[in-house]
Structures are given as structure tokens and as C-alpha cells.
């Protein structure tokens, strides 16, 4: 049993209450282990905005002005991401606890709750290192963190006409993109929106990033898997004159001319897998795989 107090820092989904309605049991748990507990400051007001009434005992943090043992995301895939952007370079493992349909990062449901934090108090559990997509820019900065877990898409804007997408890898040219977009996307985020758009599923760990257009000018063009040591150069051209950039689905207006830079970031983010679990076991619940019965 660990001799030290362990600290958990708690992220949550701020917008429905039945998507926090597990905190009680969090909380009781970590309590039985006598834990330290810090809950980030928007989902703070929003537990007692929402009549929670036994947080009094946690410290309250803001912004990424906190440290712990383990990261708890409270909601869902969406929630998981947020946290993971919180926690950046600090290397803290995180455990997704999913309050809406089974996730790929969230993927603890309501009902093990209980038992994965005593696992995870008694040292049972596994971690997966887990790459992201740096994004840079040779006109203004991204703002806020420029790393993203599952995707880098470029999109156009509105109802805008397509844009053009000129691609490098490595210093040589790919292919211009006659798209409504292009979708950079890591092991991580491969059953996310690219997937969604006909890209490829991809084991975590495996160390690649796939390219796939949204809605293509031309059926020809299918996506294309790269070793994640490749540095990837996108130059856009717009009627519109701009175009955005969403990094993990949050979007930035770039000018026309921007030109992007996108290469694996110098850290990965940390996960907390229980022990014995298995990822095709999700993959084939998640895709429904054998559901027909016919």
C-alpha cells in the first residue's frame, strides 16, 4: 500500500449535471484512501451551482496552476481532451471516467469507478504514453496550448467555397487539396472526426499520424499514414482570404498565406488503463463490431 497520500486533480464536463452525477463516489473513494483532492475552479462553481455538497474538503485550483499524482476527468471524450490540454507537459497519468456513451480516452464507466480507484491506489494499473501534433505558425501565434491530442484540422470557414491545401512532408511536396479541409490526425484521434471522414483506424502506440480531406474535389485523393517523425508544411489558399485551424475541435481564424507547421510535440500525454484491459475490446464495443445478429 502506498506509504504517501496520494493527490488527485479533478476536470469535469461544466455543462450537464447528469454527466457529474458520479462525484459523490469519486469523492467518498479518495476520501476512504485519505487522499488529497484539488478541483479545478470552473468545475468547483459548477458542482456548487449544481447543489453538490460534500466538496468542502477539496482544495481549489485555476488555469495549470496545480500539481498531482493522477488527473481524474469527469464527462467524456470531449472533457478528457480539456483536461489533457490542462495538464500538457506535467506528465500526470489521467483517468477518464466516461458519465455518457462509452469512450476511447474516457472509457471508465460509472459502475467501476469504485473499483479502478482502489486499483489505482494500491498500484495496480497501467499507463500509455500517448503522442500529440504541435502546430506552428510562421504569422501570428496560436493562442492557448498549440498541441492537440486527436486532431489538427484546417477547415474552411462558413459557408465559404473549398480551399487549397499545398502539402509537404519533409521538405517535399505531397499534393495541393482541392478540400473543405484536411485532417492531421494521431493514433489517438484516428477514430474521431477522421474516421468520420473515411480515415484510417489506428492502434495507440503505433508511431504514425494520418492525413484525410474533408469532402475531397476529387475521388482520387484517399489518406495517406506518416511516420510521426515527419514534419508536415500546409500553405492555404482561401476566397474567403482566411480559414481556421481547430486544434482538438478548438477553432482559430488564420489568414490566407499562413503557412503551418505541424510535427509531434517534445512530450506526450500520460493514460491510466487499468490493468488487463484491452483496446480492441473497446474498439469492437465502440464500433458496434458483431452487433448484427443476422
Partial sequence: MNQR?????????????EKSASIRQ???CLSRHDAEVFIDAEYHQFLKNSRYSDISGARVFAGDDFDADFVISMGGDGTFLKAASRVGRKNIPILGVNMGRLGFLADVSPDDIEQCLDAICHDDYAVESRALIQVDTDGEPIEGVNCALNDVAILKRDTASM????????GQY??????????????????????SNGGPIIVPGTKVFSLTAVAPHSLNVRPIVLADSSVIE????????????????????????????????PYDIQVVKRSGQRYFNTLREKMMWGADKR
Fill in 163 to 170: 480551399i487549397s491545401i499545398r502539402t509537404s512532408i519533409n
Fill in 234 to 265: 500546409l500553405e492555404v489558399e482561401s476566397r474567403s482570404h482566411n480559414f481556421l485551424v481547430a486544434i482538438d475541435g478548438r477553432s482559430e481564424k488564420c489568414k490566407e498565406g499562413t503557412r503551418l507547421t505541424l510535427r509531434r510535440a
Fill in 5 to 17: 497520500r496520494l493527490r488527485f486533480a479533478l476536470f469535469g464536463n461544466t455543462y450537464q449535471t
Fill in 174 to 195: 505531397l499534393h495541393t487539396y482541392q478540400a473543405d479541409g484536411l485532417i492531421v490526425s494521431t493514433p489517438t484521434g484516428s477514430t474521431a472526426y477522421s474516421l
Fill in 26 to 28: 469519486v469523492l467518498t
